[in-house]
Each structure stands twice: as structure tokens, then as C-alpha cells.
């Protein structure tokens, strides 16, 4: 049976005594986990003196710092119902400012940069009252004895949601991770993603818990910045997005291969997937979302590995719609829906969920992703998928990355066809890449009916906080 309660778990690590000089923590400061007691124990002083109740609702900005990780650790320690929130909602930001916080929370917490240890770090910890705060809002969520951990969806396919996670299911979560991933005590393992999302605190820092591993979060990382964690550190384990994995074939030097990394956040481009493996060692492509946390991953042992083929995790089953092909999941330990800000639960079916995608079944249990439900459009009286457009991008060899989309235009062949490209450095014979040369080679790998009307250069694609790229932001650029 998982662990059920954060008390259980971080009671247990700080007993452990063979977990030794084990720590938690970021770049500059390191916690031993012997130490975690007296950290736990001071932040709990400085909540109780600051009015905070064990039963109230409280929106936290999490940062990937070694104080933030200790604040979120005491708060889920005392069974704190908590939102967390991303670091730009601070108050301190601009004068004026006021984040978006529904009407259930009672206090906004932060934490401050500075000097973290036993002594100062509740100095480090500021609350701001919440003016909208409604307590029948907070009345309207029907805890039913449960602690409550809510998130935000990064929103890049929509408009971004509440949702309601227990703590006992976030740690069934994690387990799930910690087993499919081979975490160990041994492990040293480098978090470069945000921990105020499902990946970086459930499939990463939860997990890595979990197994008593040493823990380096990394805030804002770009390839110096994780190149000299790396030398520091001495990670052996990194969780990371696609963006990160494509500068580290760019700029890392180092021929050392890491005992496993695990990516999530945006489809894994093949190419990249099957490079960033031949010089860094095992890599596993994570499927999943803030509703159901974990799902399902790439098996390097398995024949025909690629990053959209995926084995479900220990007890969750994925289903296939047989005509739409539409994915839906049975997980034990996902989501129980979405609340709005009155903390009323909006209609959603959680049990299966439809995540959106269409998939089909391989005859070994694992499932090959498709794309979105929504990323495809019907040309020419066929049915084209975007992610195969943007598969065929990449394989011409004159792009690094590609996002398709279509608009309400309509052409001869139906809706106007868009793709988004980063373009590679040159063609095979060492021409200038342009949009009329990108376009002109897909031709070689698609019909005439998917080949993009329009091919749009970019530098960089705009990225959600989660690390995806904001597929809103290139759909209103469509529109102006």
C-alpha cells in the first residue's frame, strides 16, 4: 500500500537512518534530511503565529528554492488543503498587483529569497490576507475529511482550470513514479522544471521522496545554469523538458550518460528522442496531465521504442475508443474534478477521463498516441492528423521543431493549414533554409492534401510555464 499521509513519509525519511548525508534542496543551500525536524518544526511556529489555520485554504507560491520546498513540505506535513500557485502571483512583483486567487483561499503565502536555515527561514515567510476570501466558497468543496492539494492546468489547449487532487492520491501518484522510474536512495536527482506543476512536484519531487533520493531543484534553468548544477551536484537522474534536452545536445561537452532521463511537458520530437538517447543514455518519455498526474511511459526493452509509445503505469488502464480512436483514462489515482472559484465542483467525467488524444492499441499493451482530437482537420475529404504533418516537418531535415495548426480559412482542400517551424541550420546540400524550401521538401513525405499551405519561421515557439508550447498564443497570431 502507498504511503497516505506527507506526516508518514517525512516522518519516516527523518527515522532512516541509512539515508545518512541525503539532501534536499537547490543550487546554493542543501538540507539534510536529519535535519528536515527542526526546519518543519520552525516554519510550523512562524504559520501558527501568522493565524493560519490546519483547516483552511491557503494559495502558495512554490518556487524551485531549497525554502520553498521546505514551507511546501511543512504545509503538506500539517495536512494544509493548499493551492499552489506559480512564482509571478507574488503581491512584491509591482504595486497594484493582484493575482488570481479564487474566493476559498483565506491567505496567500510567499517566500522570500535569502539565506535559508533553521533559524531564518521563517523570517522568509510572508502572508497576505486574501480580500475575496468567501468562507462559504471554501464551504462549497465538501472536503469530506480529505486534504486537498489543487493545481492549475497550464491552460495551453484551453482556458486553464482548477484541480482537485487528495494527498493520499498524489502520493499513490508518486509511487506509481518512484516504481516505474527505479528511484532509490542512491539516486541524485536533478528537478530542472517547475515543482508548482503535476510533473516536477508529482512524477519528480514526491516520487524522489519517496525513495529517500538527494533532490537538486533548479529555478529558471537554462543550459549554464544546469551545466553548473551538473558539476556540482553530480546528477544521475534529471528530469527535464524537451526545450532543456535540445540546448544540452547543443552545449553540454560532457560524454558522461545519465542513469535515466525523464522528460515530459510537449511531445518528444523522434529525432531528438533517438539523439538525446545515443549520447546521454536512457531516456523516458512521461504521458500525462494535471488531471490524471503519471499515466503511462516509453520502455527503452520494448521493440520499436519511440516517444509516443507508451506502457500504462501499475494499475491505470488506458481505453480506446474503437471508431474515434479517442483515449480515455481508468486511473486510481487521479483527479476528483475541477472547482471554480466559489469552490463549486464543475460537471466533469473523472472515472474514465477523456484526455483529448486518439490513440491506437499495439499488440504488446502499450498504446501509440495519435495526437489531439482536436489537432486534426479534414482536407480533401481525408482526415489529417497534425502530429503526422509535424512528424513529416521534421523529417526533411530542415527543421528542429514544428507545431500545425488550421484556422477557419477555407482553401480547395478545406480548412488553411498552418505550421510553425524552427528551422534546422541548413538543407542537405547546404542551402538556405526558407519557408518555400521547408514546404516544398514535405512534399517527399506527405500527400498533396497535408502538405501546410502556409509555413510560418520562428526563432523560439512561446512556452506555457509547464513548459508546452502555448498553442493559444500561435492560434491568435493566425487570427491577427
Known amino acids: 500500500?502507498?504511503?497516505?499521509?506527507?506526516?508518514?513519509?517525512?516522518?519516516?525519511?527523518?527515522r532512516t537512518a541509512s539515508l545518512g548525508s541525503n539532501t534536499l534542496g537547490d543550487l546554493g543551500t542543501q538540507v539534510c534530511y536529519q535535519e528536515l525536524p527542526a526546519y518543519l518544526q520552525a516554519v510550523e511556529k512562524r504559520l501558527q503565529a501568522l493565524g493560519i489555520q490546519h483547516d483552511e485554504c491557503i494559495a502558495f507560491e512554490c518556487q524551485n528554492t531549497t525554502a520553498a520546498l521546505l514551507v511546501m513540505l511543512s504545509l503538506f506535513y500539517r495536512g494544509q488543503h493548499l493551492l499552489l500557485l506559480p512564482p509571478e502571483a507574488s503581491?512584491?512583483?509591482?504595486?497594484?498587483?493582484?493575482?488570481d486567487i479564487p474566493a476559498f483561499c483565506k491567505t496567500h503565502l510567499t517566500v522570500a529569497n535569502g539565506e535559508t536555515n533553521t533559524g531564518s527561514i521563517a523570517d522568509l515567510l510572508h502572508s497576505y490576507p486574501h480580500e475575496q476570501y468567501d468562507p462559504q466558497a471554501f464551504a462549497n468543496i465538501q472536503t469530506h475529511g480529505e486534504r486537498l492539494l489543487l493545481l492549475r492546468t497550464s491552460g495551453s489547449m484551453g482556458d486553464a482550470k482548477i484541480v482537485r487532487f487528495s494527498h493520499a492520491k498524489l502520493l499513490g501518484n508518486a509511487a506509481n513514479c518512484t516504481e516505474r522510474f527505479g528511484l532509490k536512495a542512491s539516486s541524485r536527482v536533478t528537478i530542472a522544471v517547475p515543482v508548482f506543476h503535476m510533473y516536477g512536484l508529482g512524477a519528480g519531487f514526491i516520487p524522489s521522496l519517496l525513495a529517500g533520493a538527494s533532490i537538486n531543484v533548479q529555478a529558471?534553468?537554462?543550459?549554464?545554469?544546469?551545466?553548473?548544477?551538473?558539476?556540482?551536484?553530480?546528477?544521475?537522474?534529471?528530469?527535464l523538458n524537451p526545450t532543456l534536452a535540445?540546448?544540452?545536445?547543443?552545449g553540454r561537452r560532457s560524454k558522461q550518460a545519465f542513469t535515466r532521463t525523464i522528460s515530459a511537458g510537449a511531445a518528444f520530437p523522434e529525432k531528438l528522442y533517438e539523439e538525446y538517447r545515443e549520447r546521454f543514455g536512457l531516456l523516458t518519455n512521461l504521458y500525462g496531465s494535471t488531471e490524471m498526474g503519471a499515466a503511462a511511459t516509453t520502455v527503452a526493452h520494448l521493440d520499436g521504442d519511440r516517444p509516443n509509445r507508451l506502457l500504462p503505469l501499475s494499475s491505470v488502464a488506458m481505453l480506446i475508443e474503437p471508431d474515434s480512436q479517442a483515449l480515455h483514462c481508468l486511473?486510481?489515482?487521479?483527479?476528483?474534478?475541477?472547482?471554480?472559484?466559489?469552490?463549486?465542483?464543475?460537471?466533469?467525467?473523472?472515472?474514465?477521463?477523456n484526455t483529448g488524444d486518439v490513440a491506437r492499441q499495439l499488440d504488446d499493451g502499450r498504446i501509440e498516441l495519435l495526437g489531439r482530437q482536436s489537432d486534426s482537420t479534414n482536407r480533401a475529404g481525408f482526415l489529417v492528423q497534425f502530429a503526422d504533418v509535424e512528424n513529416a516537418l521534421l523529417r526533411t531535415h530542415t527543421v528542429e521543431q514544428a507545431v500545425v495548426l488550421c484556422s477557419d480559412e477555407e482553401t480547395v482542400r478545406g480548412q488553411k493549414l498552418y505550421a510553425f517551424c524552427i528551422a534546422?541550420?541548413?538543407?542537405?546540400?547546404?542551402?538556405?533554409?526558407?519557408?518555400?524550401?521547408?514546404?516544398?521538401?514535405?512534399?517527399?513525405y506527405l500527400p498533396r492534401y497535408a502538405v501546410p499551405d502556409?509555413?510560418?519561421?520562428q526563432k523560439t515557439l512561446p512556452l506555457s510555464p509547464s513548459g508546452k508550447v502555448d498553442r493559444r498564443i500561435l492560434q491568435q497570431h493566425i487570427k491577427e
Open 246 to 250: 535540445t540546448m544540452l545536445l547543443k
Open 424 to 444: 534546422g541550420k541548413n538543407t542537405p546540400e547546404e542551402q538556405p533554409v526558407t519557408a518555400e524550401s521547408i514546404r516544398q521538401a514535405c512534399f517527399e
Open 91 to 99: 503581491p512584491l512583483k509591482e504595486p497594484g498587483f493582484k493575482p
Open 1 to 14: 500500500m502507498p504511503t497516505t499521509s506527507f506526516a508518514a513519509l517525512l516522518d519516516g525519511l527523518t
Open 454 to 457: 502556409e509555413i510560418i519561421l
Open 331 to 353: 486511473h486510481p489515482y487521479g483527479f476528483d474534478g475541477y472547482l471554480n472559484s466559489r469552490g463549486e465542483t464543475l460537471p466533469v467525467s473523472t472515472h474514465p477521463y
Open 220 to 239: 529558471n534553468t537554462n543550459i549554464l545554469r544546469f551545466l553548473e548544477n551538473e558539476r556540482s551536484f553530480k546528477p544521475d537522474v534529471v528530469y
